[in-house]
């Protein structure tokens, strides 16, 4: 007899259902029947209009919030003293908490979505609204974190809701839901061309930049933009003074800003990750705020914001105010821009560790701003000849706010055209894009992307959790890798390896000398474009047919392998594997890498880390199954 988990748990996976109209526009499209670049174009046009009418919304309900909480409120309250206005974001935090208590979930951001749209499945209940009403809420009151983040997130939550009426393929909903981003940041910033390469940067990746993804997210960041344009105007965000390249020699003091600008932004974000796992209680000295029930954290996190902005009130919100005051050349001492940037490093790490809900965006050009205007004081005071081939302050602002806004989301291309669509000046434009190179160079260098956590999308087990991706570390290679790989001589032609790959249905096969010694590794794609590029040769005569069947393996094969161990960790081999975009290793012995012993693929890491998560989780049905079992293979 099947068993099922009861109905509470079922709900949990399964698809959400959908009244009316849902099915009167499922009813349509199966009616008329349009091609399918006709129903994606219009679905853009949908995701465009929608995300921007919300994102429009969510910024009238921040404006409503902060009217009611730091104009009203403060105007009955403030009479009892200046130490009233920490009441702000402490009542901000209780309501968020109220809202956390009420519904546990926020719902999935824009990570998880992302890795849904790759399985192709939503394991958590869309909650636009909520999330919206809480990023109102928390803004609003004085968090100190930004509004792109929600609003992309709104576009996102839209573009997958209609993919999931719908019911599209998985290629086609990840599309909508890069185009539902982009239409999110394109409406939040007004700034349609930075929306659309954030989502080919960061959502759809660097391999969908095709002309039919770029059609569709385009429309549908132009339409956002478009309705944000009517609904909250147009001017650009921020108003720069007229600005000029003094000098040639001006460029490596934009470089050293974009060293400055990594090393703020790995604090930046080394800030946020200890910030979650000390109120996650995971930090010795922190444990008893895990004890804390969640709902309580972000009057915790209220109370500490709301006592630093006693003494800085500039940390408080978006800050967008502040980071104008910079770019319009007001005097800020330098002591007061390093506690600014100090302050606000903390506040919004602990603004994101609380449960406050918001964007990293805007903090990031805080600080940027807050760095690039020290950085040129400082220069300025260090050596005063450096004055007459220097621009003002705010250059260095703006360039700052690029380089570290880049280095912290890793989207270099976005920082570059967000920052040029807000200040719409192009002639900022050079240094920035030297300091935002550089400062994304260096963060790549000190601390890579390329980590098994990241990896594991790339093999569909995005969704793993932290305690369960370490199962990864815990598998060796030898338990994942094929012991008798296909193995094909060096001397073999082209033609007789395509037939007998073909005919045993493998995709791989590891190339050997006369004496079995690994000498290369080759693949289909290495047969079928050896295949393509005599097909298409201009003579294609019986005499070049005959060249082709004379091909061995040895000319077209992979000779400069990278190899994996059988007694290594599968997520260092998964790294390796990642670093040159490679789908299969040979595993040799570690004495001699020439003596085969197996060949690892992705498909075979996917497979076991998911039977070993499946073993972990029968743990707690079966106590028989032992700890070793748990990353045992069959």
Known sequence: ??????????????????????????????????????????????IGSGSGMGVVTFH?????????????????????????????????????????????????????LIAASQKGEIKRQLRPVTKMLAAAVSLG???????????????ANFGMLLSVVLQVSQERQRLLLGAGAAAGLAAGFNAPIAGVFFALEVVLGATSFATSAVSVVLLAAVVAALIAHIGLGGQPAFALPVYQVRSPLELPLYLGLGLWASLVSLIYTQLIRLAKACFAGKVPGFSSLGKIPLPIHPIIGGLIIGICALYLPQILGIGYETVEAMLQDV??????????????????????????????????????ASLGSAYAKILANVAPAMSGFMAAPPAYATVGMAAVLA?????????????????RDYRIVLPLMAAVGLSVWLVERIKPNSN???????????????????ILQQILVQEAMHPCPKKLPA??????????????????????????????????????????????????????????????????CTTDILYAHQDEPLSEALDRMSLRGLHQLPVVASDNPEQILGLLEREQIALTCNVAVTRKALCHYLPLVTTTDVVASH
């Open 1 to 46: 007899m099947t068993l099922l988990p009861p109905t509470e748990l079922r709900k949990v996976t399964e698809k959400p259902t959908f009244g009316f109209p849902s099915f009167r526009l499922t009813y349509l499209v199966n009616r008329f029947q349009p091609s399918p670049e006709t129903v994606v174009l219009l679905l853009a046009l949908l």
């Open 331 to 368: 005097e800020f001492s330098l002591q007061l821009l390093i506690l600014l940037l100090v302050v606000k490093l903390v506040i919004t790490a602990i603004s994101v560790g609380s449960g406050f809900v918001g964007g990293v965006f805007a903090p990031a050009m805080f600080l940027g």
């Open 407 to 423: 280095a912290s989301v890793r989207a270099p291309l976005t920082a570059i055209l967000l920052l040029f669509e807000l200040t």
């Open 60 to 112: 009238y309900l921040i404006q409503l919030i902060h009217h009611l909480m730091l104009e009203n409120l403060m105007s009955v309250i403030g009479v009892w003293g200046a130490w009233t206005l920490a009441c702000v974001p402490i009542l901000g935090g209780l309501i968020v908490g109220l809202m956390r208590w009420r519904t546990q979930d926020f719902g999935p951001g824009l990570s998880s």
């Open 141 to 155: 009151s004085g968090a100190s974190l930004g509004p792109e983040g929600p609003s992309v997130e709104i576009g």
């Open 491 to 556: 001397t073999m032609t082209v033609i007789e390896a395509a037939l007998e790959m073909t005919r045993d249905r493998t995709r791989s096969a590891l190339v050997v000398n006369e004496l079995g010694q690994l000498v290369g590794i080759l693949s289909l794609e290495d047969i079928n474009r050896t295949l393509s590029a005599w097909q298409n040769y201009p003579d294609s005569s019986t005499a070049n047919q005959g060249d082709l069947s004379n091909q061995t393996l040895i000319d077209i």
């Open 452 to 470: 098994s956590n990241s990896n594991l999308q790339q093999i569909g087990l995005s969704e793993l959790k932290d305690e369960q991706a370490e």
